[in-house]
């Protein structure tokens, strides 16, 4: 059993819990009610989630391959040009939300490493299955290295997501790799889903309220469909060789921590150096809940740091490090 969850965390977990079991919680199904374009407007309420730092923000439309798509360029004040750039991908089950679910992450990054943050709101599934929010996120990578927001170092460009968005920040680098894409540095990888198969016992566990292999089942059906073997999809079963560094954060209390665990086994057999902190007292999602734990802020510096030995610094791209 993983950790006990820390106070104020852990009873807005057992409500959560209580609220689930009593059939209080919407369902997957319930929450794809809500318009396409509502979904991704979604915000997380200030009571769980602070703001972030305040930074440089500009919102812009990428001309997509399957359209316009939402981004926003996040600079710190003095952010200089030739600064390395992160790309960050939320997650939702590919159904659910936009660039303002990770706003904090993506403000907490900028502040903490000078660097050009770029956000974005890709298409969502049952309208848009795969690969429409993938390419979303290739055209926006290749938007960043062509058109420079900011200034940026299109040479010295890290990639990083959670949940969802974790899944598409492998997908992301193994479609660079095998299709000549933008050079991408590192990857910051988030109690990641990884196995379309839905192969870990964890998926059966309870251990995250209205999670389980229903709604597992769901995800996979609406996503993928009949490409949930494509290894772009089911990165657990890619070849992984080649691929950049890679960060990978799990936690205990989430159906996803074997997914996590074992994206980790398979990037180091396939020779990709690899960080892997868990948390295992923490619940899924918890990049969010920097209201109720420091947990979140003390990641946001694991990630700064770990981009920053391969990027080097927002000010020279001559330290960077092997």
């Not at 919680?25 to 396409?36: D, G, I, Y």
């Not at 997914?259 to 990037?267: H, I, N, P, Q, Y």
């Not at 990641?299 to 080097?312: F, T």
Request: proline residues 8%.
């Amino acid at each position: 059993m993983p950790a006990k969850i820390p106070q104020p965390l852990g009873t807005l977990i057992s409500v959560t819990k209580f609220a689930s079991e009593h059939r209080m919680l919407p369902s997957p199904a319930k929450v794809l009610v809500t318009p396409h374009d509502e979904r991704l407007k979604h915000h997380n309420p200030s009571w769980m989630v602070k703001r972030g730092p305040a930074v440089g923000t500009e919102d812009v439309v990428v001309a997509g391959r399957g359209g316009p798509i939402a981004a926003r360029v996040y600079t710190r004040p003095g952010t200089r040009p030739g600064a390395p750039a992160i790309l960050f991908i939320h997650g939702g089950a590919f159904m659910d939300l936009g660039l303002e679910h990770c706003d904090n992450v993506q403000r907490g990054l900028a502040h903490r490493t000078g660097y050009v943050v770029v956000g974005l709101s890709y298409r969502l599934a049952p309208e848009n299955p795969f690969p429409a929010g993938l390419d979303d996120c290739v055209d926006v990578l290749q938007w960043m290295h062509d058109r420079r927001p900011g200034g940026l170092d299109p040479e010295r460009i890290a990639v990083g997501g959670e949940s969802a968005g974790g899944n598409l920040t492998v997908a992301l680098c193994l479609y660079a790799r095998d299709n000549n894409g933008p050079k991408i540095a590192h990857q910051s990888v988030y109690y990641p889903f990884t196995d379309t198969t839905l192969s870990s016992p964890d998926w059966d566990s309870g251990l995250m309220p209205g999670v389980n292999r229903r709604a597992g089942e769901l995800m996979v059906r609406l996503y993928a469909g009949p490409e949930a073997a494509n290894p772009l999809v089911n990165v657990l079963g890619a070849d992984l060789r080649g691929l950049p560094p890679a960060t990978v954060i799990t936690c205990g209390h989430d159906v996803l921590r074997t997914d996590g665990t074992r994206l980790v086994e398979a990037l180091r057999a396939a020779g990709v150096e690899t960080l892997h902190t868990h948390h295992d007292d923490m619940p899924h999602g918890f990049l969010m809940l920097s209201r109720l734990t420091r947990r979140p802020d003390e990641s946001m510096d694991e990630m700064a740091r770990e981009a920053g030995r391969r990027l080097g610094s927002a000010e020279s791209a001559d330290s960077v490090t092997s």
